[in-house]
C-alpha cells in the first residue's frame, strides 16, 4: 500500500470528521474512529472513497484493543494517529457551552464525577490509544502522532491574568486539556530518540457539539491547523503546539 494510513478517533463529526474528509481528500487512507459504530458508517458513507469506519470507543479499553487488532490485520501499520475524541462535560451528549453554568465548574464547586467522566476521555484516553497504537506506528515509515488540544489547557497562558481565558480555567474541561498536553510532552520525550514525530494542534474556537455550537469559527477554518499539521510530511517538524497558522503556544 503506498497510501498513508491515518486513525481519528472522534471523526464522525466536528473538527475530526473535517480532517477526516480533507485528509481523504490528499490521497490519505482514514480510519474514521466513531464510538458508535454506525454514526462512524453514515461519516464514511459522506466522506466517501478511502474513508472506513472503525469502531472505537477511547474509555473502553477492550474496544481500543480490538480496533489495534483489526489495523494491524487488515493493514499492518498506522502512519498517522489523530487523537481527536473529547468532550466538555459529562452527562448526556458530554457536550456544552464552555460558559455554560461556569460556577459549577470551580475549583471549590466542580463535581469530582464530573471531572473524572470528562479526564477519562480527554487525558486518559489520549493515552490509552497511544500505548495500543504505538506498536503499529512503529511498523511505519513515516509515522506521526497529532493530538488535537486547546488553548484552554495552555498552564502559561492560563496564568496571565490578561488572558481572554483567564476567567473561564476550571478542573474540568480545560484542566483536562492541561493534562492531555502533559500526557503529550511525556510522548514526545519517550519519543525523541525515534522517528516517530509527535504534534500537540489547537483548532481555532469552532462551532461544533464540544461546545454546544458556541463557536465563533466554521469548521472548515477552524480545522485548518491540525490538517496542515496532519500532512507534513517526513521532515516536517516535531514536539510542537500550534493554532492556526503555525502560532506557537505556551505550554
Not at 480510519?31 to 459522506?46: C, F, I, M
Not at 468532550?87 to 456544552?96: P, T
Not at 481565558?165 to 519519543?191: C, D, R
Not at 491540525?226 to 507534513?232: A, S
Request: proline share 4%; with cysteine.
Amino acid at each position: 500500500m503506498s497510501s498513508r494510513i491515518a486513525l481519528i478517533t472522534g471523526a464522525n463529526q466536528g473538527v475530526g470528521f473535517q480532517v477526516a474528509k480533507e485528509l481523504v481528500a490528499n490521497g490519505v487512507t482514514v480510519l474514521v474512529g466513531s464510538r458508535d459504530l454506525a454514526r462512524g458508517q453514515d461519516a464514511a458513507e459522506t466522506i466517501g472513497d478511502s474513508a472506513v469506519p472503525i469502531q472505537i470507543d477511547v474509555t473502553d479499553t477492550g474496544s481500543i484493543t480490538a480496533a489495534a487488532q483489526r489495523i494491524e490485520q487488515e493493514y499492518g501499520r498506522l502512519d498517522l494517529l489523530v487523537n481527536n475524541a473529547g468532550i466538555s462535560r459529562a452527562g448526556e451528549g458530554g457536550n456544552d457551552s464552555l460558559q455554560n453554568n461556569p460556577s459549577a465548574h470551580k475549583a471549590s464547586t466542580a463535581s469530582l464525577e464530573e471531572i473524572r467522566a470528562v479526564w477519562e476521555t480527554n487525558a486518559f484516553g489520549t493515552l490509552a490509544v497511544y500505548q495500543a497504537m504505538l506498536p503499529l506506528l512503529r511498523k511505519s515509515s513515516d509515522a506521526r502522532i497529532v493530538n488535537v488540544s486547546s488553548g484552554l489547557g495552555s498552564l502559561s497562558g492560563n496564568a496571565d491574568p490578561d488572558s481572554p481565558y483567564h476567567a473561564l480555567f476550571n478542573p474540568v474541561y480545560p484542566a483536562s486539556k492541561a493534562a492531555q498536553n502533559a500526557i503529550t510532552l511525556a510522548i514526545m520525550i519517550e519519543l525523541e530518540s525515534t522517528d516517530i514525530k509527535v504534534n500537540l494542534v489547537s483548532p481555532a474556537f469552532t462551532a461544533t457539539n464540544l461546545n454546544g455550537f458556541a463557536g465563533t469559527e466554521s469548521v472548515e477554518d477552524g480545522s485548518r491547523e491540525v490538517v496542515r499539521v496532519c500532512l507534513f510530511g517526513a521532515d516536517g517538524p516535531t514536539g510542537t503546539f500550534t493554532r492556526w497558522q503555525n502560532q506557537p503556544i505556551g505550554w
